[in-house]
C-alpha cells in the first residue's frame, strides 16, 4: 500500500500483515514503513506520527486519533452512498463496520 506523504513528492511505502481474524480490532499491523525521497528527519517523525494515528483509528475506531490525521475540511471524492463528508465521514464508515463485524462473530 502506498500513502501520498505530507511533503509533495514523497511517498510512504507500508509493509502490513492481517491477522487470522482479519475482520477483529487490531488486526492490522505495520510491520516496516518506507518512505522514499529527502525527507528531513522532523518531517519523517511528523509522517509517521500521522501514519499510525491513521491505522490506529482504523484498528481501534478511536475518533481521537482520527482527529490527529484528517482536518474539518477534510473532503472525500469517493464518498459512497448514505457516508456522511467531512471527518464524520471515515468515523461513521469505521462505526458502520465495526457494528458489522460485532453482528458476524
Same mark, same amino acid.
Given at each position: 500500500?502506498?500513502?501520498?506523504?505530507? /511533503?509533495?513528492? $514523497?511517498?510512504?511505502?507500508?509493509?502490513?500483515? %492481517?491477522? +487470522?481474524?482479519?475482520?477483529? +480490532?487490531?488486526?492490522?499491523?505495520?510491520?516496516?514503513?518506507?518512505? +522514499?525521497?529527502?525527507?528531513?528527519? /522532523? !518531517?519523517?517523525?511528523? $509522517?509517521?506520527?500521522? /501514519?499510525? +494515528?491513521?491505522?490506529?483509528?482504523?484498528?481501534?475506531?478511536? %475518533?481521537?486519533?482520527?482527529? !490527529? %490525521?484528517? $482536518?474539518?475540511?477534510?473532503?472525500?471524492? *469517493?464518498?459512497?452512498?448514505?457516508?456522511? !463528508?467531512?471527518?464524520?465521514?471515515?468515523?461513521?464508515? *469505521?462505526? !458502520?463496520?465495526?457494528?458489522?463485524?460485532?453482528? *458476524?462473530?
Amino acid at each position: 500500500m502506498i500513502i501520498k506523504a505530507l /511533503v509533495p513528492g $514523497t511517498l510512504i511505502a507500508l509493509s502490513l500483515s %492481517v491477522s +487470522a481474524s482479519a475482520l477483529g +480490532a487490531n488486526s492490522l499491523t505495520i510491520n516496516d514503513t518506507f518512505i +522514499a525521497g529527502p525527507t528531513p528527519a /522532523v !518531517q519523517r517523525e511528523a $509522517t509517521l506520527k500521522a /501514519v499510525g +494515528a491513521f491505522y490506529g483509528f482504523w484498528n481501534t475506531g478511536n %475518533v481521537d486519533l482520527l482527529k !490527529q %490525521v484528517i $482536518t474539518e475540511s477534510f473532503t472525500d471524492h *469517493s464518498l459512497r452512498a448514505g457516508r456522511p !463528508q467531512g471527518p464524520e465521514g471515515p468515523a461513521f464508515a *469505521s462505526r !458502520q463496520f465495526r457494528a458489522g463485524c460485532r453482528t *458476524s462473530e
